[in-house]
């Protein structure tokens, strides 16, 4: 059994460190980025384009000075000469041929970047949004354009935005003639994502804004899914060939275990087998007579057979290798063991009696400690064992 426990060992945790493999791999599929890069990427690329309220009449003013894939650095400064102030950056989706274009961000769930600014103050993140049913192809003041603010600092923010649930302004909705309660919009055909200036920017003082690894972020659970479905039939798989190993390992150490303990404790015979020692040839026999007897001790074999107290133990381990109490569990047990194979008939607790134990629950843990299984589980795993009474006894040969 030893063996099959190492092998069963090695398995487990071959078994765990390809599951931890596969789980960061899975984990790592089912969370796909996207990045607002100038590069083509599945025919589309972002271009980052400097914008300010000059378009509306204003006189802030910007000027970008640099960008990359999922960042962008730019300089500006804010007047408050036009209605709506506004100055910053945003990338617009554009096609192959530099065509306007929108992208479908429906899977997308977050987008996350790190904002650094000098001086801090809040910034703005904004949508652009195509509506089939208002919005005008290439005019973007007629999109949808939801929006939220995030905090902004020199030493650096990491932000997360869920752009499932920005809000979409209420001076647009009031311009487009819209209720104010119609703030839905889809990701089905986004335009444009901006940063810039919010309405807690200072006026008429130059600012430096870097934006740095931007992405969106979705969830794949088809991965998941996949994952878990793998792992767990590799789990069942592990436990079906255990219990079945398990069974068939158990089975063939008990039947080398009932054929190693028959010559050993075929108590039947023991008392005709020739001893040089008489007084241990009388002590066997008495014990073989008497191990059923649940009373039976140390004290009752002395009385029973007139030996001396500690020359039976000594006799025991000198010629057998167990002490008195070993050596009477041992017949008890494998008695026990012969009885649950050939009695189908007794229950556990029946033959636990009849073999001289007055507790089955100690009868049962000394059994499990004996052959590495309950007995109801001997009884259907051990193979058939002929009957002592089959044995050919021995030739009765007189002590001495």
């Known amino acids: ?115 650094r600014c000098s001086p801090a103050y809040p910034m703005m993140l904004g949508m652009t949004v195509f509506d089939d049913k208002i919005s005008v192809p290439g005019q973007y003041i007629t999109y949808r354009s939801p929006g939220t603010f995030f905090p902004c600092n020199e030493q650096g923010v990491p932000v997360s935005i869920d752009i499932r649930r920005l809000t979409v302004p209420d001076w647009w909705l009031s ?20 940063f810039g200036s919010s309405s807690r920017t200072p006026f008429d003082l130059d600012a430096h804004v870097d934006i740095s690894n931007i992405k969106l972020h979705r969830q794949d659970y088809r991965y998941i899914v996949a994952l878990a479905v793998i792992l767990g039939t590799g789990w069942i798989m592990f436990g079906i060939w255990f219990f079945r190993t398990h069974t068939r390992t158990l089975a063939a150490s008990l039947s080398s275990r009932l054929k190693k303990d028959l010559p050993l404790v075929a108590y039947r015979q023991l008392t005709l087998q020739p001893y040089r020692d008489e007084e241990m040839a009388t002590v066997l026999k008495f014990i073989a007579t008497n191990y059923t007897n649940p009373e039976l001790d140390l004290e009752s074999v002395v009385a029973g057979t007139g030996a001396n107290r500690n020359k039976v133990n000594d006799l025991l381990k000198t010629e057998l290798g167990m002490t008195f109490t070993g050596y009477v569990n041992k017949l008890r047990l494998t008695e026990a063991a012969r009885l649950l194979t050939e009695k189908s008939t007794a229950t556990v607790a029946e033959i636990a009696y009849s073999v001289g134990y ?26 058939d064992q002929p009957s002592f009474d089959a044995e050919p006894r021995p030739k009765k040969v007189g002590n001495g």
């Open 1 to 115: 059994m030893q063996e099959f426990y190492k092998k069963a060992l090695l398995f487990l945790i071959a078994l765990l460190v390809v599951d931890a493999l596969l789980a960061a791999l899975f984990i790592f599929l089912s969370q796909p980025t996207y990045t607002l890069s100038p590069a083509l990427r599945d025919g589309i690329r972002w271009d980052p384009v400097a914008v300010s309220d000059k378009e509306l009449g204003g006189t802030s003013a910007v000027s970008l000075r640099g960008a990359g894939p999922g960042a962008v650095s730019f300089d500006y400064r804010l007047t408050h000469d036009g209605k709506f102030p506004f100055a910053g950056t945003r990338f617009m989706a554009k096609d192959a041929k530099g065509n306007l274009a929108t992208v479908d961000l429906r899977g997308y769930e977050t987008i996350t970047f790190t904002a």
């Open 358 to 383: 007055g507790n089955v629950s100690y009868f049962n843990r000394l059994f499990k400690e004996e052959y590495g299984c309950t007995p109801k589980a001997f009884r259907t795993l051990a193979p």
């Open 175 to 194: 311009m487009m003639k819209l209720p104010l309660s119609s703030k839905d919009y889809q990701l089905d055909k986004v335009a444009q994502f901006s």
